[in-house]
DNA sequence: ATGACGATTTACT
DNA sequence: GTAAATCGTCATA
């Protein structure tokens, strides 16, 4: 098991954490001591007040955005689509809107529960493993995680925290870079490099960055 | 007050 | 591949 991650782990900028996301594991601990987690394979970075894509944009504060202003290491939550929420690890300093989206996890713990909170939403009878946590709005279904999580602070709250593994860190050649996902608009920031993937790894979701020269794992 | 839309996911043709 | 589900947020009036 990792140690929890503290507060200057969140105090970069949003393309060194989301880099060094990769291969790290994000926990959920239930009340009753259950713990959900999974090895994060796939982050966004989002850029703060230049980035055309990110909520922060142009400066852009609201009651839905304030947890992006706060200081690093808050877990900021939107909702979206009417129905699926998303979380992001806030980062730089306070005051400065940085953050790095959750896309995807290799699940490590509580299976059986993710795999309910799953189901919940679903029609069929059967949820993967590769797919539990496959994609932002699914992962946070899997660990239910919603809108009370926005603003929790993961370096002391109970409920979440990062851990980083005792063992030896993803080597930087295991990490693809490609464009976001669902970026629309037109500027520079649509193609921009910002996803970050483990190379090869089954649970990351839609089209894999550099896949054609990855090998699997 | 109103209307368009979204850092998505699933089911269906 | 295409469309539906579903509602908070934001821009416009």
């Known amino acids: 098991m990792g140690r929890r991650a503290g507060r200057w782990y969140y105090s970069n900028d949003s393309v060194t954490l989301a880099q060094s996301l990769i291969g790290a594991v994000i926990v959920r601990m239930l009340e009753d001591g259950t713990r959900l ?3 994060i394979v796939e982050t966004e970075a989002y850029f703060g007040m230049v980035d055309a894509a990110s909520h922060a944009y142009r400066g852009r504060r609201s009651q839905r955005n304030e947890s992006m202003y706060g200081p690093p290491g808050l877990l900021y939550v939107y909702f979206t689509y009417g129905m699926h929420y998303c979380a ?4 730089g300093e306070k005051d400065q809107p940085l953050a790095v989206l959750i896309r995807a996890l290799e699940p490590l713990e509580g299976l ?7 189901l919940a939403a679903r ?32 370096v002391t709250d109970p409920r979440a925290c990062v851990e980083l593994s005792g063992r030896k860190p993803i080597e930087e050649g295991r990490i693809v870079a490609g464009p976001r996902v ?5 500027s520079v920031w649509v193609g921009a490099p910002l996803r970050f993937c483990l190379a090869g790894s089954r649970f990351v979701s839609g089209r894999r960055p550099g896949a054609a020269r990855n090998g699997g794992v």
């Open 37 to 39: 987690s999974g090895r």
């Open 88 to 91: 992001n690890i806030v980062c």
């Open 112 to 118: 059986e529960t993710m795999r309910a909170n799953r």
């Open 123 to 154: 029609k069929d009878r059967t949820v993967p493993d590769e797919d539990l946590c496959r994609g932002p709005g699914n992962l946070c279904r899997a660990l239910g995680i919603d809108r009370a999580f926005d603003g929790i602070d993961l």
């Open 182 to 186: 669902g970026i629309g608009g037109s």
